[in-house]
Nanobody, 123 residues
């Protein structure tokens, strides 16, 4: 398994969760990493991305100010700290890796997907 996501679960609105993604070293050291999510009946969307140095970070408007993406290059681990969760954050969350990002820091195209982890936020 090249990308392994974990940390999803059930949380009340206003609560916090932390997602983690363990990656193989050959992917983590060469790719832009990101988190996508897919809510029921909706398309999968990019919500956060980070390049290798951590100097280029992207957040979608829907999570900006509430979520924080980080990476530990020594441990080949990607994280997403999610605070102030809302019921509309309910979705399956996927970690992903792409070889390039655009001027806003968004992953241009995904080369690797992790399996999803379900986050459910109750009202």
């Amino acid at each position: 398994v090249q990308l392994q996501a974990s940390g999803g679960g059930l949380v009340q609105a206003g609560g916090s969760l932390r997602l983690s993604c363990a990656a193989s070293e050959d992917i983590f050291s060469n790719y832009v990493m990101g988190w996508f999510r897919q809510a029921p009946g909706k398309e999968r969307e990019l919500i956060a991305a980070i390049n290798w140095s951590g100097l280029s970070i992207y957040y979608s408007d829907s999570v900006k100010g509430r979520f924080a993406i980080s990476r530990d290059n020594a441990k080949n681990t990607l994280a997403l700290q999610m605070n102030s969760l809302k019921p509309e954050d309910t979705a399956v969350y996927y970690c992903a890796a792409g070889s390039d990002n655009d001027y806003r820091g968004r992953i241009r195209s995904v080369d690797y997907w992790g399996q999803g982890t379900l986050v459910t936020v109750s009202s």
